[in-house]
């Protein structure tokens, strides 16, 4: 099959959704380009469907890659047969092929090689042909002092060493094998003696096993942690009943001596050669399958946090709370800029508190400041406490995640931008521009930094980086970018463009001021057609010549517009401003062989509110008064929180008290929930009940259940036992049943059966 039609099946695709693609993507389309102006030559596919069909792609085309690699080595060596080379081109896994090429890999010396050089191979294929001839006589002839065969058992036990080579490298047995090792075997993890106390964070792994094709990523990453740590002994145990009896029934053919010279060297093959080699290949698929689940969930962390609600161009202070250093202040306008910094103690006694405050309310009237951005690292909640008893009138007072800043702080990209700056201050301001704009300013920071992941060091970089560079692309280019303010880290985001077209635009911009229109983005030196088809329709530009430049319309379709607008007889800022007039827009009469109706329809979406950010609209929230640590907290708490972090086994929430609390799974909701996603995102705002708090090992565990907890019932219960009499047997039991039988008669009469 061709790629296409492999890839059409798999995806239940039409062929020629499938070619398109593979075309624009050659042409140098990127996804959300192709997702959002293409609809109509891709049957309108979303950009999760383009990128599997382009993730497949690349998979194909490394298989093929590695199937030509084999095919010369194979021509190479003279051992490429006619039947061969069909199983190599037939193959469709990279597993299959590897199989079929173990045989021929060439490999240092084995016992099975050096047993051949010894000649032994004749023996060998006497042997496992089984057909009655006496092999204790034949291996006679095999002695031979010269090669060191002494005797006919040595020469047996060389045959052996040949046929147990052969059947662990036999393709069909492989694949067999490998099947059963997946649909049967387990983890099984154990302590290292003597470590319990250094592995306390691993002890649900002390003495655990579970079975390998349901075992779930978070776990599987867990344990190969503990394992790297020597921490853990982690072992594939998979009994020798489930695979034996496949090599028996594919290679013993009888009872007789050659059949137990096969069993033996069949037992010996699959100990010393094929269980070690599919316990290492099971290790590969179930780390891939982990890393694979691990990188989406995290990718998925990425995408909220990045697309969470902004502020909007508001005039902040931020603070970076801090005990004995104090706490850095900054001052920003609406455009991000720092106008002002200082360093204020309001925890290092009275005086300096009343100093504090008083430097705190000077800045607010000077510049006017409208929103507070405290972070949440060290000291956060004090000095949200400190800030909230100000009682400012008017302003904003928001806790933000500060994960990332540090390393924003001392990154060369803050150094570029506050070159005569300390970390302090740029930390300080990174915490002011992600309450602005969290997207905006997140996109400095490596996304593997910004504090949603938990094994994000675990699992393949590469694939890793390629996921979260997708993520930040999408989110990007689906909020779109002021062309005239936004930073060059942003606009390498932009579709067509990159590190070195987003340095060009800012350069161009510096020189020759703000842009007045897109079509002007054609004077930036290097930025090409392609370039400008890719990325105009992502760039806005407000209050812009054309008010088309202000939206997502795409410039290719500007005198579709202005055709409407003409049919009307009315302008194009009228088509923007009057309802009444898109109305009256027939869409079908506007479809043509090029533009179709979901092009159409995204037209006049665009038209009644253009350039609209698809993010939600920002929440003023904050945490309970007086529970500003972990030893504040009690069983049964019903307490505000932020969701900060989303995992396959629950989510991770800020209650405030420098420790996030886990919402397991299963306190999710009041009912099943297979991924939390269904019920929660990163930066959501969450009501949690605090169901156990475990100081020694820093573990808090929450509920969203609307329920009354398990924790809460059985403290009920036993507060019932001790504080109700017990009841005492009456004298009249018949006028105790009626008294009963009335009382439910009554109940029964009041709210029904």
């Not at 161009?508 to 090409?528: I, M």
Request: contains cysteine; glycine residues 6%; neutral net charge.
């Amino acid at each position: 099959m061709t790629h296409e039609i492999r890839i059409s099946n798999e995806l239940a695709l039409s062929e020629r959704q499938v070619s398109v693609v593979l075309g624009l993507l050659a042409e140098g389309a990127t996804i959300p380009f192709i997702a959002r102006y293409r609809k109509e030559m891709t049957g309108s596919l979303d950009e999760v469907q383009l990128t599997q069909i382009r993730d497949r792609s690349q998979q194909l085309q490394e298989l093929d890659k590695r199937r030509e690699s084999i095919l010369k080595s194979l021509t190479d060596q003279g051992k490429l047969t006619p039947e061969l080379e069909q199983q190599v081109n037939a193959a469709e896994t990279m597993a299959n092929l590897e199989d079929l090429y173990l045989p021929y890999k060439p490999k240092r010396k084995t016992r099975a090689s050096i047993a051949r050089e010894k000649g032994l191979e004749p023996l060998a294929q006497l042997i496992l042909a089984q057909d009655g001839t006496n092999i204790t006589e034949v291996a006679q002839a095999f002695i031979n002092s010269d090669k060191g065969i002494q005797d006919a058992e040595e020469a047996l036990a060389g045959a052996r060493d040949i046929l147990a080579e052969t059947i662990a490298e036999d393709a069909a047995i492989r694949a067999q094998v490998r099947q059963v090792f997946m649909e049967k075997g387990l983890f099984v993890s154990r302590v290292v003696p003597g470590k319990e106390e250094d592995a306390i964070k691993y002890k649900d792994y002390y003495e655990w096993s579970e079975p390998l094709k349901t075992a779930p990523s978070h776990r599987i990453l867990a344990m190969r942690r503990g394992e790297k740590e020597e921490l853990l002994y982690l072992d594939i145990d998979v009994p020798e009943t489930e695979v034996l009896p496949l090599l028996d029934n594919a290679y013993v053919k009888g009872a007789g001596e050659a059949s137990a010279q096969v069993r033996m060297a069949m037992l010996d093959g699959y100990k010393r050669l094929l269980k070690p080699s599919m316990e290492t290949e099971i290790r590969m698929l179930t780390r891939q399958r982990a890393d694979e689940e691990a990188i989406r969930v995290f990718a998925e962390n990425v995408r909220q946090l990045l697309l969470a609600a902004p502020l909007g161009q508001k005039r902040v202070m931020a603070i970076d709370p801090g005990f004995r250093t104090g706490c850095k202040t900054v001052c920003l306008d609406e455009q991000g800029a720092l106008v002002e910094h200082t360093a204020i103690f309001p925890h290092t006694g009275a005086a300096k508190a009343e100093e504090a405050a008083k430097t705190v309310r000077f800045l607010i009237e000077k510049h006017q400041i409208q929103a507070i951005a405290i972070g949440n690292g060290t000291a956060g909640r004090e000095t949200e406490d400190f800030i909230r008893k100000l009682a400012l009138p008017g302003v904003t007072i928001v806790m933000v995640n500060e994960s990332g800043a540090s390393i924003y702080s001392a990154s060369h990209v803050a150094r570029e931008e506050f070159p005569d700056h300390d970390v302090t201050v740029r930390g300080a301001v990174s915490i002011g521009r992600r309450l602005v704009d969290p997207l905006a300013e997140l996109v400095k920071i490596d996304p593997k930094s910004i504090g949603v992941g938990q094994y994000q060091h675990d699992v393949d970089q590469a694939k890793l980086q390629s996921a979260l560079d997708d993520t930040v692309i999408s989110c990007v280019n689906a909020v779109g970018v002021e062309l005239n303010t936004a930073s060059k880290q942003i606009l390498s985001y932009i579709s067509g463009l990159g590190p070195s077209l987003a340095q060009q635009i800012v350069n161009f911009r510096n020189t020759h001021g703000a842009f007045r229109n897109r079509e002007s983005l054609k004077n930036v030196p290097r930025l090409g057609e392609k370039a400008f088809e890719q990325a105009a329709g992502f760039l806005r530009i407000r209050n812009a010549e054309n008010p088309l430049d202000g939206s997502a319309v795409h410039p290719e379709r500007y005198a579709l517009v202005e055709q409407m607008a003409t049919d009307l007889g009315c302008r194009v800022a009228d088509l923007l401003r009057e309802e009444k007039l898109r109305k009256q827009i027939d869409l079908k009469k506007y479809v043509s062989d090029t533009v179709g109706l979901p092009t159409l329809r995204d037209i006049l979406a665009e038209l009644a509110k253009p350039g609209r950010d698809p993010r939600e609209q920002f929440e003023q929230f904050s945490f309970t008064e007086g529970v500003n640590s972990v030893g504040d907290l009690r069983i049964g708490m019903r307490l505000p929180g932020i969701v900060t972090n989303i995992t396959a086994f629950g989510a991770f929430v800020d209650i405030g008290v420098h420790q996030d609390g886990l919402v397991h799974l299963s306190q999710l909701a009041n009912r099943y929930i297979k991924d939390p996603n269904e019920v929660v995102k990163v930066q959501q705002k969450v009501m949690v009940t605090v169901t156990e708090v475990d100081q020694k090992r820093n573990r808090i565990s929450l509920s969203m259940k609307t329920e009354p907890q398990k924790a809460e019932k059985s403290e009920k219960r036993e507060h019932r036992k001790t504080e109700r009499p017990k009841y005492r047997k009456t004298e009249s039991p018949k006028r105790e049943e009626s008294d009963m039988a009335s009382k439910l008669a009554a109940l029964r009469s009041k709210f029904g059966s």
